[in-house]
């Protein structure tokens, strides 16, 4: 029996007395079922043409890519990429499409065109996050200078509100114009006398 996704010749007698069989199904056993799905689909792309996969070659490339797996770190040209569960999934299923668009030279020799595309996320996603750093140093400072000139405002209309509620009411200035005597008044009051001038010099007569 063969496995439908890369083709390794799977029997019960090969899985219990090969010891390379025992060591690929351990190490499957320890990825996560939606990434082990993609790793079984990934294998297949190492198959030779008119020859299926052994369970030594299968054992062999699953254990080169268990240690940067379980570390989820990936080394190349001397420098270390942290990677996640996510960007395997991503780099695994970009080989895919790769090969369902005939991008791929077939049989794969080694793992150097998948760790290119996860290198290729990292340095993606490290290039994102220097951005959001970026923008985080810029956000604050314009936050603070803009609350400042905030503050500065409420400040300038709550001085002049106070200014408003302490000054005086303003008083009318006296008016010096002769007070006009009604002329129902007149009569009434050269009745009582009032207003004519006396002998010894009094008020003149209302007019």
Known sequence: MSCPACGAELTLDAMLSHDAARRA??????????????LMKYLGLFRPAKRQLTMDRVATLLEELLPMLQSQTVSRAGREYSTIPDTWKQALDQMLRARDANKLTLPLKSHGYLLEIVIGLCEAFERLEEERREQ????????????????????????????????????????????????????VLAGLGVGRRRATGGADEPQ
């Open 25 to 38: 199904v351990a190490a499957a056993m320890v990825v996560s079922p939606a990434l082990a799905d993609r």
């Open 136 to 187: 985080s140093r810029r956000t604050p400072h314009r936050s603070l200078q803009e609350g400042a000139q905030a503050v500065a405002a409420l400040q300038g209309l709550a001085e002049q509100a106070a200014a408003r509620s302490e000054a005086p009411a303003p008083v009318p200035a006296p008016s010096h114009a002769p007070r006009q005597v009604p002329a129902g008044a007149k009569h």
